[in-house]
């Protein structure tokens, strides 16, 4: 924090990327035996990284955003709160997932901040493709997730056309257990199609 404050729109991310990105790989891969990285103990530490991850969101650190928005993709990290193959517990999934839709909700409302004259600007159409391609690798990773909490995201969206895509993908999230209807199957029927969206959406 004081180094931000020092140095303000100069301020260096590259090190503290790295110190939270090796923590995270560490915490990640420790051994199972281990007795201070294993079972609950491990997921408490992400927890904690987490939270730091809040205090940290690009409102309070702008020039730190770039590195957050990596951290939070990245799958050491976003897999711990959203790959639930594993998990058993229904309470445990959704404890998981209602933490990290927090940091969702949080890049959304800064993506907020964004105004015509800067949302054209080198930095920021590099920031916005990131959050595209983080977008994407959700809808493809873990659709189920996009799928339960897309009106929460696409209410924290900015309004206007410049993020639709994201808006888009979002949308076409659906459920790997869940056939899409094909609109050139002779047997298809639009009453079928209504009632597949009527079903994945409510």
């Not at 445990?92 to 907020?112: Q, S």
């Not at 189920?144 to 979002?170: C, H, R, T, V």
Request: aromatic fraction near 20%; charge should be neutral.
């Amino acid at each position: 924090h004081i180094d931000y404050l020092k140095n303000g729109l100069n301020f260096n991310q590259r090190p503290y990327f790295k110190i939270f990105f090796n923590l995270i790989h560490l915490i990640f891969s420790s051994d199972p035996q281990d007795e201070i990285f294993n079972g609950t103990k491990k997921y408490q530490f992400f927890f904690v990284i987490l939270d730091f991850l809040r205090i940290l969101k690009p409102q309070n650190y702008p020039a730190f955003a770039n590195a957050w928005l990596e951290l939070i993709s990245c799958k050491y990290f976003s897999s711990i709160f959203l790959d639930v193959s594993d998990v058993k517990s229904s309470k445990e999934i959704y404890v998981k997932n209602e933490k990290f839709i927090m940091l969702i909700i949080d890049l959304m409302n800064y993506l907020k901040t964004f105004n015509q004259e800067n949302i054209k600007s080198l930095g920021v159409k590099i920031f916005n493709e990131n959050v595209f391609k983080f977008m994407f690798l959700l809808s493809n990773s873990y659709p189920e997730f996009l799928s339960n909490y897309y009106y929460i995201i696409i209410a924290s969206l900015p309004p206007g056309d410049y993020f639709l895509q994201i808006k888009n993908i979002i949308l076409s999230s659906t459920p790997s257990d869940i056939e899409q209807p094909d609109p050139f199957f002779d047997e298809f029927k639009v009453k079928k199609f209504i009632l597949f969206y009527l079903l994945l959406f409510y």
